[in-house]
């Protein structure tokens, strides 16, 4: 399975990752505060459709290393989102806007099936601006996804801020092609 996030639709990449299950497990990552905090931002999630989903990256909680200048505040304070839970399907399907550039918001929706002992996670982020957004939502979704494989299989988390930067490169020359 490629780990990279692939194009679908102009302004929407999707990830799968095969993850050790079961699948209650993959899905109390998802919606559980301190679980999802380890791999990607904590914070509360309400289980319901319209309910609230504010979530605070803070990287510092997730990796030791030292972040790139430009991310220093967001690793130090914290980066809160606000958002809102567009579909709740416990063990299934979780949905939620994102916030996007300026005041426009992106959607992104996690999928689990299970696969034997094993489950599929899908998540596709839609309705991002353009190509430079899409690439910097990529290279993030990937690092994150890659914490989220370690803490499941009960490996050391990899590196996060040593990997950013040169995810971003990567993704920025993916999708050099697309539209701007």
């Known amino acids: 399975m490629n780990e990279y996030g692939v194009v679908l639709e102009s302004g929407a990449v999707r990830f799968e990752r095969l993850l050790p299950g079961p699948v209650e497990r993959v899905w109390s990552y998802l919606v559980d505060s301190d679980k999802r905090g380890t791999w990607l931002a904590s914070g509360r999630i309400e289980p319901r459709v319209g309910g609230a989903a504010d979530l605070l990256f803070k990287?510092?909680?997730?990796?030791?290393?030292?972040?790139?200048?430009?991310?220093?505040?967001?690793?130090?304070?914290?980066?809160?989102?606000?958002?809102?839970?567009?579909?709740?399907?416990?063990?299934?399907?979780?949905?939620?806007?994102?916030?996007?550039?300026?005041?426009?918001?992106?959607?992104?929706?996690?999928?689990?099936?299970p696969e034997g002992e094993k489950v599929r996670l899908v998540v596709t982020h839609r309705k991002l601006a353009g190509k430079a957004e899409m690439a910097n939502v990529s290279s993030g979704w990937h690092a994150h996804l890659g914490l989220l494989e370690d803490r499941l299989a009960g490996n050391p988390p990899r590196g996060f801020w040593s990997r950013i930067e040169r995810l971003e490169a990567e993704y920025a020359e993916r999708f050099a092609d697309l539209p701007a």
């Open 59 to 113: 990287h510092s909680e997730i990796t030791g290393e030292a972040p790139p200048e430009r991310y220093r505040e967001m690793n130090d304070n914290g980066w809160p989102s606000r958002g809102t839970v567009t579909r709740y399907e416990p063990m299934t399907a979780l949905a939620m806007t994102w916030p996007g550039e300026g005041e426009a918001s992106s959607e992104v929706t996690f999928e689990l099936v």
